[in-house]
């Protein structure tokens, strides 16, 4: 008995240590490791990731807090669960209540803000986060619907759907679903996001989907026959490439509407890399202008493709050679959108800061309007999925 104890006691042993060795030789984790310690340092207040001058509940910074906990939960180094602790207890009160949201407006970008939740309530059980969570689900029960049935972007776009909002509601709405056992029928309603969505946005002679669809047909930036914004955004199809990946953790694997994303997922996938620069690795801020006056490659909406390759080949939905696609790009990505500065942190370069359509000032949509957007380094918006893309590519 003592000599069969022993031997399990080493197989035990030896297994912890090819599992620390695995982590220590994986180029992936460094890779999550450089920029996720890099963020901390240029921004010490997670708060400040967007660049703003005061707190305010959004989707970026809840996506850079997704994925330092993401990372906490592969190295256990508590300083990522401090820094997302800190920023968790000034935004989340005792009572569920959330600094500076405000459910009445109805912007589903605010409903993205809260996914981290999810995840540090595994770790944390504080019932403060379960509240929370419970309170930005509400708002999905009456923000505004098109007539068809899939949410508007904002209250303040009237009749839109936009890529981007995938994102922000869908993957959040069906974890919500799966954990906290809401009526399984409302999976229907996630699912109907994306069909529709897919059907209202596809351009059926590239592949692509266009940034936005107006159901009025009354913005000026709409075709008044197709109800389409006039141009494919990078960063849109981004947003919506890992919406898809990420809804399947939760959607049940009998839904019949779970066929029809892979498909969607598949197609979209293929047709983005007829647009990559193969140098690069990267894509360009108007994908299917390669190479025109003034277009440049564009470091958020190719780590968010890359994101979305290495977990849908991963999980089976797209093909094993994606895997390779997957790591290749990332490899050429970190030699063309990487760089260390004086202090030896990390930046990201190449990421447009925003882009949009309609608001004021006006957003027209035009191809001019896409290149003319200020890029910057260090944009939450790709350093969250460049973390969490690395985090999935360790795992291949």
């Not at 000026?220 to 389409?228: A, I, L, N």
Request: with cysteine; charged share 25%; hydrophobic share 35%.
């Amino acid at each position: 008995m003592r000599l069969a104890t022993t031997i399990a006691a080493l197989a035990i042993c030896a297994t912890v240590s090819l599992t620390a060795s695995a982590k220590k030789d994986n180029k992936y984790i460094d890779w999550a490791e450089k920029v996720a310690q890099s963020e901390m340092k240029h921004n010490p207040e997670l708060w400040r990731a967007d660049f703003v001058k005061k707190p305010k509940w959004d989707y970026t910074q809840g996506l850079v807090a997704l994925a330092i906990t993401e990372m906490y939960k592969t190295t256990k180094d508590t300083a990522y669960l401090n820094y997302v602790t800190e920023f968790k207890d000034f935004f989340v009160k005792e009572d569920g209540s959330i600094e500076t949201y405000k459910l009445e407006t109805y912007n589903i970008d605010r409903v993205n803000g809260g996914k981290f939740l999810f995840a540090l309530y595994d770790i944390t059980k504080e019932e403060k986060l379960m509240k929370a969570i419970c309170l930005l689900r509400k708002q999905l029960d009456t923000h505004p619907r098109m007539k068809c049935g899939v949410f508007w972007h904002k209250k303040i776009y009237p009749e839109q759907v936009w890529l981007d909002g995938l994102y922000m509601g869908a993957p959040f709405y069906a974890q919500f679903i799966k954990r906290c056992n809401e009526d399984k029928a409302k999976f229907d309603d996630v699912a109907k996001q994306f069909v529709l969505a897919d059907s209202l946005t596809l351009d059926k002679a590239t592949g692509l989907n266009w940034h936005a669809y107006d159901d009025a047909r009354q913005q000026p930036w709409t075709d008044k026959v197709t109800g389409h914004s006039p141009n494919f955004w990078g960063r849109s199809m981004g947003w919506y490439m890992m919406a898809m990946v990420d809804v399947l953790d939760y959607l049940p694997k009998s839904h019949p509407s779970r066929k029809t994303i892979i498909a969607n997922l598949n197609r979209l996938s293929n047709a983005l890399l007829k647009y990559q620069d193969k140098e690069s690795g990267l894509w360009y801020q108007v994908p299917n202008f390669p190479g025109r006056e003034g277009n440049y490659l564009e470091s958020s909406c190719s780590i968010m493709f890359i994101y979305a390759f290495a977990k849908g080949a991963r999980k089976g939905y797209l093909p094993k050679e994606f895997k390779t696609i997957a790591k290749e790009s990332f490899d050429k990505f970190t030699k063309s959108a990487t760089i260390t500065n004086a202090d030896g942190t990390t930046s990201i370069t190449k990421a447009c800061g925003v882009a949009g359509l309609g608001g004021t000032p006006y957003r027209s949509g035009t191809y001019e309007y896409y290149i003319g957007e200020k890029q910057r380094n260090d944009d939450p918006k790709v350093v969250g999925p460049f973390i969490l893309a690395a985090l999935e590519l360790s795992k291949l």
